[in-house]
T-cell receptor, first 113, second 114 residues
């Protein structure tokens, strides 16, 4: 089983719908992240969390919210999806420290029609 | 603020040829730099990282990168490309403002032809 698991892997939805992407990890890491990948733009940080009580906005948090339900679980929500939120979303974890490696899930591809 | 710039969104090489993927960084403090690889339909995995120890960093699958402060560069190289190296490669720098998050470049797609 993967250390960082994202569900769903693929989702097609309509404009205005509420969507939740879930991430769970078995690595025991405190720090978790949500990134968005768009072709030609690389990965951009949406939200990050250092522990259950510490959640921070990233570069592109507008239109998104998150919930850290437990050390191992970090969910990303789109309250009212719009087409320009069509993207590949990645969850990642790390042990912390500036030299620490990020460990990524396999991604959740979201299409908003 | 830190940033990285990857020069060239697409690089094509022949099998057995040298691979060179370029990355320049901007940072007001000594940077911690990373290269990640993304194979089709997969997440990102770490190739190598520079953390202010040796300036020449060796990674997995025969890749290496050299940190050059005078050129603000951290280019990724491999002496001999293999078909299995075809993937998207991302350069990244630690974001001091966002804890330990990484700031990624826009990526370079490497194609390898036989």
């Amino acid at each position: 089983d993967a250390d960082v698991t994202q569900t769903p892997r693929n989702r097609i939805t309509k404009t205005g719908k509420r969507i939740m992407l879930e991430c769970s990890q078995t690595k025991g890491h405190d720090r978790m992240y949500w990134y968005r990948q768009d072709p030609g733009l690389g990965l951009r940080l949406i939200y990050y969390s250092f522990d259950v009580k510490d959640i921070n906005k990233g570069e592109i948090s507008d239109g998104y919210s998150v919930s850290r339900q437990a050390q191992a679980k970090f969910s990303l929500s789109l309250e009212s999806a719009i087409p320009n939120q069509t993207a590949l979303y990645f969850c990642a974890t790390s042990t912390g420290g500036y030299t620490g490696e990020l460990f990524f899930g396999e991604g959740s591809r979201l299409t908003v029609l | 603020a830190q940033s990285v710039t990857q020069l060239g969104s697409h690089v094509s090489v022949s099998e057995g040829a040298l691979v060179l993927l370029r990355c320049n960084y901007s940072s007001s403090v000594p940077p911690y730099l990373f290269w990640y690889v993304q194979y089709p339909n997969q997440g990102l995995q770490l190739l190598l990282k520079y953390t202010s120890a040796a300036t020449l960093v060796k990674g997995i699958n025969g890749f290496e990168a050299e940190f050059k402060k005078s050129e603000t560069s951290f280019h990724l190289t491999k002496p001999s490309a293999h078909m299995s190296d075809a993937a998207e490669y991302f350069c990244a720098v630690s974001d001091i403002q966002a804890g330990t998050a990484l700031i990624f470049g826009k990526g370079t797609t490497l194609s390898v032809s036989s």
